[in-house]
């Protein structure tokens, strides 16, 4: 018996932890990635919705190109692009970078649709009685639109795990970076990335079954 | 970079954009189509249609679209079966977004009142009947938009593709990259077309978003 699913069921021990090790580090990648999403999310929403013209188009030129540029060639910019301008980012790093600049892209949008559902008469109270724009964004809009952020930023979430396999190409050491390096050494093509597929699944799944309670809850939530 | 470079890229990066602009259209077809397939079988009364459907669709959107193309791409040829690597990528995305597809299908037919479908039934119509002359054409409306943002997604997606060695822009840059050792310069201007491409698709899908709720507020 030499087949390749008795070689998989063989060496299935060894390949595992070491698809294993690729899910810990595509994890680092959407972690990381999303919190700077997150933060340059926030950034893009403030400016789109600033009362100064300019800082409002800086907004929207954000928006409007990184939404329109695949996430790969952001990746390849800046891992080796940047490289030959002599600014060496490790592959991780890269990832994570490339992954933050694009979702925050995608993430002004939700934060600023959230922050335009609430109504304008909060933002205006808070201002009356002496809080600073950002104080009332912080303490007044902001927890009031979760409500409405909450399920998007979920969806973001889930996508951007599936986009970090994309990272591979700039050699971060994720579970499809992982797989590759398997599939050259032992030619289980198949099999290897249908275990890379369950673990996706394994990891998306219940996120995805979060999302989408998220979603119940906060339609269930909205005031009648 | 001088002028010389660009005189030598542009005419295979515009052969390449070409490329992306096909593997997109056609792979849009092949999910347009199955989409709807799969959005009936979900929506179907034999419930092990409909299942078989639910778990293609919770699967496929479960998974990376590149780990799908190796598996499409590297794991057949494996079993003999070669596909070429541009066919693969229209297959692999087509079937992908036919997933993403069918739920917008659903959505936009769960949306229908019942009682257009139980009135065509009533006037002697067929399930079918039904289905293609009341309730789609309704739910047109709906389905539109977002088809068209899975439009400009799946145009940038195809970029994955250069990672089966499928032809088109990512992968003549990657390889003009590693000959001319410019890849900021390259990138750049591959970024820069990706923008001229998916820019006016992006404002005609906002169109069609504002044309088609502006109308069904008003109907």
Known sequence: MNGPWARTVAQFPYLIDTLLLGVEMTVIVTLGGFALAVILGLGGAVLRTARLALLRAAGTLYVDVFRAVPVLTQLFIIYFGLAQLGVKLAPVPAAIVGFGINGGAYLTEVFRAGIEAIHRGQNEAALAIGMTRMQSLRIIVLPQAMRVILPPLGNFGIGLLKDTSVASSVAAPELTFRAHMLVDQTYLSTQIYLMVAALYLAMSLPLAHLVRRLERRSARGRPA | ?219
């Open chain 2, 1 to 219: 970079m001088s002028l010389d470079d660009l005189y030598a890229w542009m005419p295979q990066l515009l052969v390449a954009a070409g490329g992306t602009l096909r593997m997109t259209a056609l792979a849009y077809l092949v999910a347009v189509v199955v989409g709807l397939l799969l959005a009936l079988a979900r929506l179907s009364r034999h419930s092990a249609l409909a299942g078989a459907a639910g778990w293609y669709i919770e699967l496929t959107r479960g998974t990376p679209a590149l780990t799908q193309l190796f598996l499409l791409y590297f794991g057949l040829a494996s079993a003999g079966f070669v596909l070429s690597a541009f066919t693969a990528a229209v297959v692999g995305l087509g079937l992908n977004y036919a997933a993403y597809m069918a739920e917008v299908y659903r959505a936009g037919i769960v949306a229908i009142h019942r009682g257009q479908r139980e009135a065509a039934l009533a006037i002697g119509m067929t399930n079918a009947m039904a289905m293609r002359s009341i309730i789609l054409p309704q739910a047109i409306r709906i389905i539109v938009p977002p088809m068209a943002n899975y439009a400009v997604s799946l145009l940038k997606d195809t970029s994955v593709a250069s990672l089966i060695s499928a032809p088109e822009l990512m992968l003549r840059a990657r390889d003009l990259s590693s000959e001319y050792f410019l890849p900021m310069q390259l990138y750049l201007l591959v970024g820069a077309m990706y923008l001229v491409m998916a820019y006016p698709l992006a404002k005609g899908a906002r169109y069609l978003e504002l044309r088609l709720a502006a109308g069904r507020a008003s109907g």
